[in-house]
């Protein structure tokens, strides 16, 4: 994979994110070109800022809700793959502001979609979307891929929504174009954690931020089971599919799962109490966790896992990490981020360990 991405050419949105940043990292590491289209860093502090990544892509601060400004920044840099992360990421902020979810993350895709018809260079696209696409059934089985795609709140639906905007560009305008095929995939993720996450109304940030104020943190669906997974996990799924994209032109071009393994499925308080091992173990003091009123919450699915036996079969793709190694990787960036340590080289340190493993 490295000696792929050398000097190649990528355009990502969303790059100042937790996922974002990270995929800008490790890319910067493998010698690729990354240019970053995003609006400013949506957290404070955020792990773009506390790596240093500013000098890992070349920033254009912009929104992809601007048709004009995300087509021509995509020209200007001509890029080779493009891998659409922006988003309006919460549930939470889906419920106070639905229509702007909508506005980011369905016209957003279609903005970055429109952006690539007109760039020639372009070869390989990757679109973010989430294991929340899919039409939620509280089944005990994963959702493949050909599931429906639906969602009962605005955040999923609109992820839902991003999948078809993506499939009607790829058939409508990219598969059906011989003369320039583009790869167009779309991937699927589930509960991403690692360190340098501070966004509102997560688990693990609301746990750092519980221990920095010295109280106790709420949860509100502790048996909730949930596809926990290691950040760089589902990263290292999008780096195989756009290079596989770029190869293989439009063979690759559909949807696909890149979530753990069954084992990994944990509910909301197993998930609480092996993070508290964690941080102990990294000399953090451990948090108290108490039950948040369930009052008027919106409502979240009970149970919710991806079926990766396609990933598994046809890309050899799966998971290198077991959960409570990812939740000791976790622990150890937190620490770090307490104690002031160098975050940039820990960060570094923790993708070439990933990276070791096989």
Not at 71 to 97: C, G, K, N, R
Not at 240 to 256: P, S
Not at 328 to 351: F, P, V
């Amino acid at each position: 994979m490295a000696n792929f991405w050398r000097d190649k050419r990528v355009f990502i949105t969303g790059h100042t994110g937790f996922k974002g940043s990270w995929l800008t990292l490790w890319l910067h590491m493998l010698g690729a070109k990354v240019s970053g289209f995003s609006l400013p860093a949506p957290t404070n502090p955020s792990l773009f800022h506390l790596a240093r990544l500013q000098g890992c892509a070349h920033t254009t601060t912009g929104d992809v809700r601007d048709l004009l400004h995300v087509s021509e920044t995509m020209a200007a840099f001509q890029p080779d793959v493009v891998i659409h992360m922006a988003a309006q990421p919460l549930a939470s902020e889906a419920y106070a502001s639905p229509v702007d979810t909508y506005a980011v993350n369905v016209m957003g895709t279609a903005h970055v979609l429109e952006a690539v018809r007109n760039t020639p260079s372009v070869r390989a696209v990757v679109v973010v979307t989430s294991d929340k696409c899919y039409e939620n059934r509280e089944w005990l089985w994963g959702y493949r891929e050909d599931d429906p795609m639906g969602g009962h709140d605005p955040y999923s639906s609109s992820k839902g929504a991003a999948e078809l905007v993506t499939s009607a560009y790829r058939r409508s305008f990219f598969a059906a174009n011989p003369d320039n095929p583009v790869g167009v995939a779309s991937v699927r993720a589930g509960n991403v954690i690692g360190g340098g996450d501070f966004a509102a109304d997560r688990l693990i940030p609301d746990f750092i931020r519980a221990r920095e104020r010295e109280e106790p943190v709420s949860i509100r669906n502790p048996h909730a089971v949930r596809p926990w997974q290691f950040v760089l996990e589902p990263l290292s799924g999008y780096l195989q599919i756009a290079q596989l994209l770029f190869e293989n032109g439009t063979q690759y071009a559909e949807g696909w799962n890149f979530g753990p393994s069954d084992t990994d499925l944990q509910t909301v308080s197993q998930l609480c109490a092996t993070f508290n091992h964690s941080l102990q173990k990294n000399d953090v003091a451990p948090v108290e966790v108490c039950l948040e009123p369930q009052g008027n919450a919106p409502r979240e699915a009970a149970f919710l896992r991806l079926d990766i036996s396609k990933a598994r079969q046809r890309l050899d793709w799966v998971p290198k990490m077991e959960l409570y190694t990812a939740l000791e990787l976790t622990a150890q960036w937190y620490s770090g981020y307490l104690n002031n340590e160098d975050l940039r080289a820990l960060s570094e340190n923790q993708i070439a360990f990933y990276q070791s493993l096989t």
